[in-house]
């Protein structure tokens, strides 16, 4: 069992930059995968970004170049950075950890 708690989140304008937090309720050390999703109104939920328990890292082709996904288990958290933010990266964005836990989910709008 893993309490995920994402941060971060809210309002800035296009090319602008966010770094998301997920905090997670104990070590990640032993976490094989965790992964960013994000939910746009009306859309269905997509993946954005995969990071292992090895260091390595995967990537929707909408955000290569532009997000980066990292962890840190001395902090328990995993971080997404975020940068020349685009109108459709506006979503809900999720923290997920394999084995289906979830947080609660942190809202990224991005104005034109």
């Known amino acids: 069992q893993v309490q995920l708690v994402e941060s971060g989140g809210g309002l800035v304008q296009a090319g602008g930059s966010l770094r998301l937090s997920c905090a997670a309720s104990r070590s990640i050390f032993s976490i094989k995968i965790m992964n960013w999703y994000r939910q746009a109104p009306g859309k269905q939920r997509e993946l954005v970004a995969t990071v292992t328990s090895g260091g390595s890292t995967n990537y929707a082709d909408s955000v290569k170049g532009r997000f980066t996904i990292s962890r840190d288990t001395a902090k328990n958290t995993v971080f997404l950075q975020m940068n020349s933010l685009k109108p459709e990266d506006t979503a809900v964005y999720y923290c997920?950890?394999?084995?289906?836990?979830w947080g609660q989910g942190t809202q990224v709008t991005v104005s034109s």
């Open positions: 997920n950890a394999i084995g289906g836990f």
